[in-house]
């Protein structure tokens, strides 16, 4: 039995793109196609979302409870896990929420002891040098409950940019980022 080559399976499949986009009874497929291939790189750049366009679209779907659970996490004084390179500190008896710099995030899941209860994380990036890391989503293994990750900039930067920090996003967590200059 002979298998086909890689060149043999590229010149098929080029012909076929030729076939499809060449003959004007295809339209139907033309169309097929190009909504997958817009569908495939919707999905698989769309990691975070602007936090105030999220909160928008849940009020708008009329998912109160979720919206008004956000806003407390987001925004509400509560127990909460502060970690940075210096070391962490906790404040509280079941901390919900962790605050975190961008340096400390890949000792975050073994320095964080008290992570049964955190649903969201608030990572802060300071200076454009911060840019330069990423954000390994592994690194968040052991947080249960964890649905949100917030990420706040106080440098200028872009969502392309903010997305690019990303690393081994399952679609696991929401990610949600604002951009606050001078503020």
Same mark, same amino acid.
């Given at each position: ?103 400390? =995030? /890949? +000792? ?5 002891? @008290? *992570? ?6 608030? $990572?802060?990036?300071?200076? &454009? ?7 390994? =989503? /592994? +690194? ?5 409950? @964890? *649905? ?6 106080? $440098?200028?930067?872009?969502? &392309? ?9 399952? +679609? ?12």
């Amino acid at each position: 039995m002979k298998t086909k080559s890689t060149l043999e399976k590229a010149v098929k499949f080029v012909t076929d793109c030729k076939f499809i986009f060449f003959s004007k009874r295809n339209i139907f497929q033309k169309n097929i196609f190009f909504i997958l291939f817009s569908l495939t790189t919707t999905f698989s750049f769309a990691q975070s979302e602007n936090v105030d366009s999220y909160l928008t679209s849940l009020k708008k779907s009329g998912q109160d409870s979720k919206l008004s659970h956000l806003k407390h996490l987001l925004y509400d004084l509560q127990s909460a896990v502060y970690s940075n390179s210096g070391g962490t500190k906790v404040y509280g008896d079941h901390p919900t929420a962790l605050f975190a710099d961008i340096n400390s =995030l /890949n +000792s975050i899941n073994s320095t964080v002891s @008290l *992570k049964n209860d955190i649903e969201i994380v608030t $990572i802060k990036i300071k200076k &454009s040098s911060d840019l330069s890391q990423s954000i390994n =989503l /592994n +690194s968040f293994s052991g947080f249960e409950k @964890l *649905k949100y990750i917030f990420i706040t900039t106080e $440098i200028e930067t872009t969502p &392309s940019l903010i997305n690019n920090l990303i690393k081994n996003d399952d +679609s696991k967590y929401v990610i949600l980022y604002k951009i606050s200059i001078g503020g």
